[in-house]
């Protein structure tokens, strides 16, 4: 274990409380834990972090990322850094992220640390308390400088000029550490202040809308049509049999990447939809005819926002539009005064999304410089060559938060 004192910039000096409110002392500790040591002592101040994160993440909550390390390959060095406002397991933990080194950096056979997610994971924001997100990354780049790992830290899945992002950038224009934004990608997003109905109107075509009203009359008149939410856990098992089965007929069955295909994935799924259940974050949406599931979605949630984590639909009844039309019944999330957002967590450019939500989320993957002559060397050969392919192939990095400078 790796770990040592980090000064808080702050003058308070509080006790700690089992509240939600953060609780400060004098000095702070990071720590960089190795995954197998993660106690279940940890789990009560881990889910606290999580509801006051200044950026939610579901995929670095305890009940999502237990299962996923628990299932799928990771590095034997990976570790789990901690930053906490005090003492370990004394005061509030204030910061989190699992971070580790990888062999090949994209083609490149070139050695560097990243944060660490899985094929599942559709975000790589670390948890931190709000207010504390300067000090989050001076702690984590003061333990990354120290450690003996080579290359270069590269952070995947960050939300471009969010609140960690800004932080991020701010740390490293201070300490002369170079930071680049070198991939994003703009996925949907759903937020507003209108109602469902009202931002159903404002952002679809009058003609799409008329054609989805043909599509679920037609659906109507051939049975029994059903919408359905769910947000405990009763039969969930057999939801999740029928999701698994679902997708697995679909092209993502026929070309081996839907969940079902393969063991880790499958318990993977299980397990998170289970953990999201005890947690009160999961959310089940289904259509079905006369029983007999159409389209499927699972969303999580987390604080003030909220995943739309997968989906799958009867490509037999494509003409109908099954997963446009649950995902219609979706927007009611908006009347929900606890959610301000959902992600869409999909693929940029996705066809169906795009044209139901009107919203946009960049998200981005930066490689940050560590301290060192022959990581910086490392670093600085890595960007000139990433430089001169994007030049060749034409490549464009949207920055939003330079172009709104």
Request: charged share 25%; glycine share 8%; net charge neutral.
């Amino acid at each position: 274990m790796d770990s040592g004192g980090f000064q808080i910039e702050s003058d308070e000096a509080v006790h700690y409380e089992t509240s939600d409110r953060v609780s400060l002392v004098s000095s702070a500790t990071a720590e960089l834990l190795p995954i197998g040591s993660i106690q279940e002592a940890l789990i009560p101040s881990w889910q606290k972090l999580a509801r006051n994160a200044v950026e939610p993440n579901v995929f670095y909550e305890s009940w999502m990322l237990e299962p996923a390390l628990k299932h799928f390959s990771i590095h034997p060095e990976l570790q789990l850094f901690l930053f906490w406002a005090g003492a370990p397991y004394k005061s509030d933990l204030i910061g989190l992220l699992p971070v580790g080194p990888a062999r090949q950096f994209g083609r490149w056979p070139v050695p560097f640390v990243q944060n660490w997610t899985h094929h599942n994971s559709f975000l790589g924001t670390p948890l931190v308390r709000s207010g504390f997100e300067n000090q989050f990354w001076t702690a984590l780049f003061k333990q990354l400088d120290a450690k003996n790992w080579p290359g270069f830290l590269h952070v995947r899945g960050l939300v471009v000029n969010g609140p960690l992002d800004q932080a991020l950038r701010s740390v490293c224009a201070r300490q002369q550490r170079r930071c680049d934004l070198v991939h994003s990608e703009a996925r949907a997003l759903l937020q507003s202040d209108l109602d469902a109905d009202s931002y159903y109107t404002k952002t679809v075509r009058g003609k799409k809308r008329k054609e989805l009203r043909r599509q679920a009359k037609r659906l109507g008149e051939m049975g029994d049509l059903k919408f359905a939410h769910h947000d405990d856990d009763r039969d969930l098992n057999g939801w999740i049999d029928d999701f698994l089965k679902l997708e697995r007929q679909g092209w993502k069955g026929q070309n081996g990447s839907a969940l079902d295909c393969a063991d880790d994935t499958r318990r993977f799924f299980r397990e998170a939809l289970f953990g999201a259940t005890s947690a009160g974050q999961l959310e089940r949406h289904d259509l079905r005819l006369d029983g007999k599931p159409l389209a499927m979605l699972v969303n999580f949630l987390s604080s003030t926002g909220s995943f739309s984590f997968k989906t799958a639909f009867d490509e037999d009844y494509a003409r109908f539009s099954p997963g446009v039309l649950l995902q219609r019944e979706n927007l009611k999330i908006l009347e929900r005064p606890a959610i301000d957002w959902m992600d869409s967590c999909a693929a940029e450019d996705h066809s169906m999304i795009d044209s139901l939500w009107s919203g946009r989320r960049h998200i981005g993957r930066f490689s940050i410089e560590l301290k060192g002559l022959s990581r910086t060397a490392m670093f600085r050969g890595v960007r000139l060559g990433e430089d001169l392919m994007a030049q060749i192939k034409g490549r464009e990095i949207v920055d939003i938060m330079q172009a709104q400078r």
